[in-house]
């Protein structure tokens, strides 16, 4: 049994720390990311509002838009079809890096089903800095 | 009025259920047939009445009552009856009722089919289920209650979320609760015989048809759910570790695992303990899914309601359940009686090492799935942990397990017979190696992964066969007579090969449809066109619709594959003014094994109109999807063999028991 059972648990065991230092993406605000200094290529989600008015589309189907929490606001940049619920002052949040100019490069933007519904980091950060307006709704999916 | 019965008849179930916990508990500490009897009455009786309230709410949501707030906050009279009628489950206290009413259900069940149960085994059962029914209705009543008025009830709804009026979405959460809830038996009957302190073969024998029972409504459950991802969301993926997702998977992985250790219970009466554990474990996996999803904890492409008192009332709820289960199984499993050593190669050998590859793949996804939650509460930083963490844990340990998977049922019970299992896998193991061989020169050149990935899939397919044909000795008797050892194998064979052959054909779709993706998209003004592999698609025109309560965009894009124009293909981009969300209704068309899935995008304004179209070739998508239904079917013939009967339990206790001993 021990002969059978310890290989297999240290498999297991050895996967999981070998991959939670590799696949382990933090979450920050736009202030925060500012605040930790996040380095250029290290790839994080970012979550905030879409700033109002920020949303610009090229020719080539890129998308820009702002993504603030208030106190501080970051420009993205995505290449591809947003999510149906993308819109202009609601929560998204987006999985890239910062380019060396300090552009957040997204390779998946997430918005969210329910235009009532706040990303729960997005909730906290607004709430770090004292934007919070109101709790989320009551309906919920699935 | 309705509404008041509903909410009368919850509190009535509540009630009903504390009496069925009461009645049947003093039943058997008093050792009294009256007491007993009242116990199964009252969960009847908890059945009807929760039943009662889970219909008078689809009664207010099909009548349109918007005075009721849960009505009022999802659903529209605009909405088709099929999706007022969804709507009653689909939102959190719905759901809450739904899962109460499949818990009294399964009480209920247990009462009526369990006539061969022991009389000491069974009030406990009873009992246990009264007390978990008593908890969550308790939480839906006083909590939750779906029945709450409205002062001022709105002139109409809110509307269901856009996203859930689907078929798929309308049928699927039926059949994941009914899975969930359906493991709570099994955990009233691991909490009974640890207090009995008997863990045997018979036990093992009771608890298998309600295993299967729940695995197989789980199953259809978790695939629905994500047949409904695959085509609703329209990003064609069909898995995305997502923490809901993983929170119906890991019960799906502790019921798996039990499956397989009841086995080994119920034919050599060995790891009772382990399969007590196990068995406790699936339904606590399913309570803290209830947790994580409805709680609002996690971030999720899924969205949920964010209530924090909920939150801390269904942890509560689980810590009193999966405490008192697991301090009862501290306390009293070192006296339950070991089973008998035995060799590490046969069947029950393979078996652990299926038990050892499942425990540690289902501790891989809780751990991805709980550690950004700790974390979070321990730092205050927000991580996540996504599908490369999945890929690199969960991957390699499933394809261990299933390259022993074959053999297992070529052992024979107490010693097999590595060599000669091997020498009757020749042909698999051939089979998937050229196979192979090939898929890495000629069909996908130099991509190892998917190779392996193939040769896994036929493995277990070929693998799978040939156990069957190895029982009814095909090629060695006649045709005739092999035709006629095959139909007289038992019904639980079939079964389980169905249910390994699912596993592999579930494999190889995955597999094939993950490397063998392509996507195109591009803004196509009409008459312009857009190639994805061997098709072109044509933008034939886009005209505006009109839906039961939505508008849609629809475009028609006209097939051309190989073999000349096909048909057309009409994907939708509808808006929900009452909701003012816009969902994308993707079109697919099945060819073969395979799906062409194409969805309309936004409008390009400016210039010539163009609408920016997404198209996918997804190679052997369909098997994704046929190969865990394989698997529930089979989980559900396994079920119709006659010697799993509950009642089978009784007859089979004394001989297993002469059996085991010797």
């Known amino acids: 049994m021990v002969a059978i059972a310890a290989p297999v648990l240290a498999l297991a065991a050895g996967l999981s720390l070998y991959a939670m230092g590799d696949a382990a993406v933090f979450f920050y605000s736009p202030a925060q ?50 999510p149906d619920l993308f819109r202009e002052g609601q929560g998204v949040v987006a999985q890239g890096a910062f380019d060396g100019a300090g552009v957040f490069v997204a390779r998946e933007v997430l918005a969210k089903h329910d235009e009532k519904y706040m990303p729960k980091e997005v909730a906290d950060a607004l709430k770090k800095s004292g934007e919070w307006r109101g709790a989320g709704s009551e309906s919920s999916t699935r | ?64 009552d918007f005075s009721v707030s849960n009505v009022a906050a999802n659903s529209h009279s605009d909405q088709p009856l099929l999706y007022r009628v969804a709507a009653t489950w689909g939102s959190h206290e719905g759901s809450m009722l739904l899962w109460c009413m499949a818990l009294s259900g399964f009480g209920m069940a247990v009462a009526v089919f369990g006539k061969g149960l022991p009389t000491t085994l069974k009030p406990l059962v009873l009992a246990s289920q009264g007390a978990l029914g008593g908890l969550f209705m308790a939480y839906t009543a006083f909590a939750s209650n779906p029945f709450v008025r409205l002062a001022t009830p709105p002139v109409e709804g809110a509307a269901l979320n856009p996203i859930l009026q689907d078929p798929f979405m309308a049928i699927h959460p039926p059949f994941l609760y009914t899975g969930y809830v359906g493991f709570s038996v099994v955990f009233s009957f691991a909490v009974a015989a640890l207090i009995e302190g008997r863990v045997d073969a018979a036990w093992a024998r009771w608890v298998r048809p309600w295993t299967l029972a729940a695995w197989s409504f789980l199953t259809v459950g978790i695939t629905l ?29 502790a019921g798996t695992a039990l499956l397989h250790s009841a086995i080994v219970t119920e034919k050599r009466g060995a790891l009772p303990g382990w399969t007590v554990f196990l068995a406790l474990t699936a339904f606590t996996f399913s309570m803290l899914g209830a947790f994580l999803v409805r709680s609002g904890v996690l971030t999720s492409v899924h969205a949920f309601a964010v209530d924090p008192t909920r939150g801390v009332l269904l942890l509560t709820i689980l810590g009193i359940a999966a405490g008192s289960g697991f301090a009862l199984f501290a306390w009293r499993a070192p006296s339950l009686k070991a089973g008998g050593l ?7 050998g393979a078996l652990v090492v299926n038990n050892l590859f499942l425990a540690g793949a289902l501790a891989t996804v809780a751990l991805g799935t709980l550690y950004p939650l700790i974390r979070q509460a321990m730092t205050g930083e927000a991580i996540s942990v996504g599908a490369p963490f999945f890929a690199l844990t969960f991957g390699p340990l499933m394809a261990l397990c299933l390259l022993v998977l074959p053999f297992g049922p070529l052992l024979s019970w107490k010693r097999g017979d590595l060599l000669g299992a091997a020498q009757r896998l020749f042909v698999a193991a051939g089979a998937s190696l050229l196979v192979g061989l090939a898929w890495l020169l000629v069909v996908q050149p130099g991509k190892g992964f998917s190779a392996i990935g193939v040769v896994l899939g036929i493995w277990l397919v070929v693998g799978s066969l040939t156990e069957l044909f190895v029982r009814a000795r095909v090629g060695v008797v006649g045709s005739g007579e092999a035709w006629r050892r095959l139909t007289n194998l038992p019904r639980g064979t079939w079964g389980m ?83 003012r969300q816009a969902t994308s209704q993707v079109a697919i068309d099945a060819k073969g094994p395979s799906d062409l899935y194409v969805v309309l995008g936004e409008q390009r304004t400016g210039g010539q109109p163009s609408w920016l179209i997404r198209a996918y070739w997804n190679p052997w998508a369909r098997l994704i999807f046929g190969g865990p239904l394989l698997m529930a079917l089979g989980g559900l013939i396994s079920l119709s063999d006659r010697r799993l009967r509950i009642a089978a339990g009784a007859r089979a206790r004394a001989r297993l028991a002469g059996e085991v001993a010797a």
């Open chain 2, 225 to 253: 759910g994500s047949f409904w991802a695959y085509y609703e969301l329209g990003w064609g993926g069909w898995w995305f570790w997502d923490p809901v997702e993983n929170a119906s998977f890991m019960p799906w992985l």
């Open chain 2, 1 to 64: 009025m309705i509404a008041e019965l509903g909410a009368f008849a919850l509190l009535l179930a509540f009630v009903l259920s504390l009496a069925q916990f009461g009645l049947s508990a003093a039943g058997r500490i008093r050792r009294d047939a009256g007491l007993r009897g009242a116990g199964e009455g009252a969960s009847v009786g908890a059945f009807i009445a929760s039943a009662t309230a889970f219909f008078a709410l689809m009664y207010a949501f099909v009548t349109s």
């Open chain 2, 497 to 579: 090969t169905l249910a390994h052959i699912g596993l592999g054909v579930f494999v190889l779709g995955a597999v094939v449809e993950t490397s063998g993706r392509i996507e195109a998209a591009q803004a196509l003004t009409v008459g312009q066109s857009l190639q994805v592999g061997a098709y072109t698609l044509t933008l034939k025109g886009v005209e505006a619709v009109q839906g039961p309560n939505y508008t849609a965009d629809r475009g028609t894009l006209l097939v051309t594959g190989p073999h000349g124009p096909g048909g057309a293909m009409t994907p939708e981009r509808r808006f929900y003014p009452v909701n």
């Open chain 1, 33 to 82: 990311a500012a605040e930790k200094h996040v380095p250029a290529g290290r790839t994080i989600r970012l979550g905030g509002l879409v700033e109002t008015g920020s949303v610009s589309k090229a020719a080539d189907g890129t998308v820009s838009f702002g993504v603030t929490d208030k106190k501080a606001s970051d420009k993205v940049v995505f290449k591809g079809d947003l």
């Open chain 2, 342 to 348: 035995f060799a590490p190669i046969s069947r029950e």
